[in-house]
């Protein structure tokens, strides 16, 4: 099977109205009508609706960063899934290792929101990773074996065709020192053999797998050429339209 490539962009807290805006078109611009690949942009919350709006009619979708996984009620600050369907996202970024070592997000709470997403008819892309001090005592497959089993061991199967796993080993995020193309395809081919575990082959090896921590315009085609993995989640990279554009070119293969 050859699975469609996703390249998706986490903007995280940067970029001001004006500026996501303009960044948006010019990824619709050079995206197009069409692509070989399927392309989303995390934007601030604050800026989805102004994204989606700049978006409507192209095949690049615009999702959030992060969701309470609570429908409603007395969370001061919070955004619900449904009120980011409202405006106009399609997707959320649940597990991302800044959530979890910054903001004390847990596997069970995690779990909680992956539900939530799917249940509020959003698309998931799901982070796993590990520190460098988990990599170095050995510890890689352990690590996101238990992210894994804890954030989605118990989706219905139907529900992983809205999922992509994005593999973000944590010492990468930022660094500006990717994993080598050897390290994540080790990763990846391991994380698709546990879902085939988890859940069904098929479902496995339909799942995309993107890799992500300091994929730029440089080493992408090379992340990018290895089998298992299907795209990047790209943080600083996506920002600027030159690195981005190179990068979706990357993915058409
Ligand atoms: P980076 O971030 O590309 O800036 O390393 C990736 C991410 O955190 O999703």
Known sequence: MTRRPYVAGNWKMNLDRASAVALARAVR???GAQAPYDCALFA?????AA????????PVKVGVQNVHDMASGAYTGEISVAMAKDVG???ALVGHSERR???GEADAFLAKKAKAVLDGGLELVFCV???LAEREAGRTE??????????????????WTRVAIAYEPVWAIGTGRNATPAQAGEVHTFLRALVGKMVDAATAEALRIQYGGSVSAANAAELLAVPGIDGALVGGASLKIESLRAILDAARR
Not at 44 to 48: E, F, G, Q, S
Not at 51 to 58: H, I, T
Not at 143 to 154: F, I, K, M, S, Y
């Open 29 to 31: 611009e050079h995206v």
């Open 44 to 48: 601030p919350a604050v800026y989805v």
């Open 51 to 58: 994204v989606a709006e700049v978006l409507a009619g192209s």
């Open 89 to 91: 996202a399609a997707s």
């Open 101 to 103: 070592a910054l903001f």
């Open 129 to 131: 990773g590990e520190t």
């Open 142 to 159: 352990a690590v996101v074996e238990t992210q894994l089993r804890l954030g989605l061991g118990a989706l219905p199967r139907t529900d």
